[in-house]
């Protein structure tokens, strides 16, 4: 059941997304006739000077407050989801906000610790930066070692009510979607807002985040190019982050960098090789590389700070990734394919020669390009979606990887336009696959690749799929045979498009909720 607290919490979302327009960015096709009324009615709420149709989400959600900044940053991450336009709305949400005062942030220490601040800390600076979730201030400790600068992150007071309670509302709307829409529950939006709520509850536990700053600093200490700061667990809690101040230049501010005499485009290429490491060596990587996160200290070392999205890779996918690059790098897309299938990731039912095709016709392209136009990113993007055509469904952790690579290799072009991602990336790889899959001369083996994954994978299908959707097009596109042609991926698109509008959905929800909220107070 949901309370009428729940009711005036959706009621305003409903009325916001009115006022800023929202509703009418849906595609009149996809309102029922009889419906068509009460979209006329919320649309008399709409605000005379509402943004540009692709912002107005974006303009909403921001409106609305942290919880939903964070739906809409999650969501931003699925456009199998949401659908393309809205993911690219989505990603425009920026989260900054105003700090919360100093005397509150006192309050949050001495509550957190049981003592007073000036027992914690020698002293508590003001707040530096500040985000939905935490603010960060400069303070200092003494300790046997003397006194030293630290950054301590606090968890925004009454945050945590405020998202659960904005969770449930979100949850509510999930569920009753499902139960009107068959495409709802295809969407699996109940599931969505779950893995909402367990991303966000993590990054509200600063101990995790202090754990995966532990465990990277573990991984990569031998790494020359890249460190990250310590936690000072004696100051850290579920609440209070206290960290190693870091003194470097962000590598958002260009003209510090170049000030500073750095060389970009060795930065570039270091920051391309040291995600594809994490990736592949440690499969735990930083999911959140803005360049707000990422700072370059005095001796040229990368230093990442905000450890609150990780994403981790298993044996399996590591190796699915390598294969993948390595067969893109050297060409070699038959082999590329048939170890897809002897592994049994590919179901035997497809045809080899019709996969390699298929990897062929993302992989040339790219070979013909110059070396500034090709994207690891879209490679991947596109990989995915043929690889959905022959009943290879996606993980998640891999989408979050691909999803991480397009902020990276932003970051990385803004430092060098004319990066050549595949040369940056050749020397990672290769030391990982002579790593672990033995002598790079027996790598020219078909039969090598295939038996060691084959030993990965062993019999468990090893992806999963990639979404009903999918595979409910895979027989209509792949009867005759798959022909890559520019109308079948053309169709795909077409058929992704109309289908992925959960957000019509949603909103058909709140319109209808809004509507009967109007009636209630009329009456
Ligand atoms: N260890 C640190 N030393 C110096 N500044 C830091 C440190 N950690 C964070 N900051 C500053 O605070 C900002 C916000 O911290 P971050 O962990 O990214 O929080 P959020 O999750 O709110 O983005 C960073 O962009 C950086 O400028
Ligand atoms: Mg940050």
Do not use: N, W
């Given at each position: 059941m949901i309370s009428a607290f729940h009711l005036v919490r959706i009621g305003r979302a409903a009325f916001i997304f009115a006022r800023e327009g929202?509703?009418?960015?849906?595609?009149?096709?996809?309102?029922?006739p009889a419906a068509r009324p009460l979209v006329r009615i919320v649309r008399l709420i709409e605000r005379p000077s509402i943004g540009a149709a692709d912002t107005r989400l974006s303009a909403a959600l921001t409106r609305l407050g942290p919880s939903y900044v964070k739906l809409g940053q999650f969501l931003a991450t699925r456009p199998d989801v949401v659908g393309a336009a809205a993911a690219h709305d989505l990603e425009r949400l920026q989260d900054q906000m105003p700090p919360f005062p100093q005397q509150e942030a006192e309050a949050a220490v001495a509550a957190s610790f049981g003592k007073p601040v000036s027992a914690v800390f020698a002293s508590f600076g003001p707040p530096v930066a500040a985000a939905s979730i935490a603010q960060v201030h400069h303070a200092e400790v003494v300790n046997a070692g003397g006194r030293r600068a630290v950054a301590v992150k606090l968890l925004r007071p009454g945050i945590e009510r405020r998202f659960y309670a904005d969770l449930r509302a979100f949850d509510y709307v999930a569920r009753h979607a499902e139960d009107f829409s068959a495409e709802a529950r295809r969407l699996r939006l109940v599931e969505v807002v779950d893995t909402l709520r367990r991303t966000v509850a993590i990054e509200m536990d600063f101990r995790l985040e202090a754990a995966a700053l532990s465990e990277m600093a573990e991984n990569t200490k031998?790494?020359?190019?890249f460190r990250v700061p310590a936690v000072d667990w004696d100051r850290t809690t579920k609440e209070v982050l206290t960290l190693e101040w870091i003194e470097a230049t962000p590598l958002s501010d260009r003209a510090r960098l170049l000030a500073k005499g750095f060389d970009l485009r060795q930065l570039a290429r270091a920051l391309m090789q040291t995600f594809l490491r994490h990736a592949?060596?440690?499969?735990?990587?930083?999911?959140?590389?803005?360049p707000g996160n990422l700072f370059v200290d005095d001796h040229g070392r990368l230093i990442a700070v905000d450890f609150g999205i990780m994403g981790r890779l298993g044996v399996k996918e590591r190796l699915f990734l390598a294969e993948i690059l390595h067969g893109f790098i050297t060409r070699d897309y038959r082999r590329t394919a048939e170890v897809h299938f002897e592994a049994g990731?590919?179901?035997?039912?497809?045809s080899v020669e019709n996969f390699a095709q298929a990897i062929r016709a993302i992989g040339e392209p790219i070979h013909n390009r110059t070396a500034e136009d090709i994207s690891m990113a879209r490679l991947l993007t596109l990989l995915f979606e043929v690889t959905g055509l022959f009943d290879m469904r996606t993980r998640p952790e891999l989408l979050l990887l691909q999803k991480t690579m397009v902020v990276v290799e932003g970051v990385a072009r803004s430092l060098?336009?004319?990066?050549?991602i595949w040369s940056a990336a050749e020397p990672v790889v290769r030391e990982w696959m002579t790593r672990h899959l033995g002598?790079?001369?027996?790598?020219?083996?078909a039969a090598l690749g295939a038996a060691e994954i084959g030993r990965f994978v062993g019999n468990a299908p090893g992806l999963l799929t990639r979404g009903v959707r999918v595979l409910d097009q895979l027989d209509e596109i792949t009867r005759g045979g798959l022909v890559l042609s520019p109308e079948t991926i053309a169709d795909i698109d077409k058929r992704e498009g109309r289908r992925s509008r959960w957000s019509t959905i949603a909103l058909w929800v709140i319109a209808a909720l809004l509507l009967w909220i109007v009636i209630l107070l009329l009456r």
């Open positions: 929202v509703f009418s960015t849906i595609d009149p096709a996809l309102i029922p031998d790494d020359p190019d592949l060596r440690d499969g735990f990587f930083h999911a959140d590389m803005h990731y590919v179901p035997a039912h497809h060098d336009p004319k990066l050549d002598p790079a001369g027996k790598l020219e083996g």
